[in-house]
């Protein structure tokens, strides 16, 4: 069973930075889609960024300058290029991605264990 498997998460102090990197478990499964989602304590899910197959990319109002997203392809791993880290940048960080298994037309959906990012002012 395919799988998303994040790392990079940890704590740092407020202006550090962090490289979060999410990673599709088989090789056989293409990213059609990926995107990186927080949840701080008591509060909703919310999305961070995303970028598409074509390389277009969105991110959230709070992050914009500070965060950069970003695939390789050939390693099957998406990236979230965290600067500029304030306190309320602390929350559980989600990779998600719409897979296509090699041969398939149909994308499904599906969402890693989450990795957590803490940093203190």
């Known amino acids: 069973q395919v799988q998303l498997v994040e790392s990079g998460g940890g704590t740092v102090q407020s202006g550090g930075s962090l490289k979060l990197s999410c990673k599709i478990s088989?090789?056989?499964?293409?990213?059609?889609?990926w995107a990186w989602y927080r949840q701080a304590p008591g509060k909703q899910r919310e999305m961070v960024a995303d970028i598409t197959v074509g390389d277009r990319t969105t991110y959230a109002d709070s992050v914009k300058g500070r965060f950069t997203i970003s695939k390789d392809n050939n390693k099957n791993t998406m990236y979230l290029q965290m600067d500029g880290l304030r306190p309320e940048d602390t929350a559980v960080y989600f990779c998600?991605?719409?897979?296509?298994?090699?041969?398939?037309?149909?994308?499904?959906?599906?969402w890693g264990r989450g990795t957590q990012v803490t940093v203190s002012s």
């Open positions: 088989r090789q056989i499964y293409i990213a059609r889609y």
């Open positions: 998600h991605a719409e897979l296509v298994r090699a041969g398939n037309i149909k994308a499904d959906d599906f």
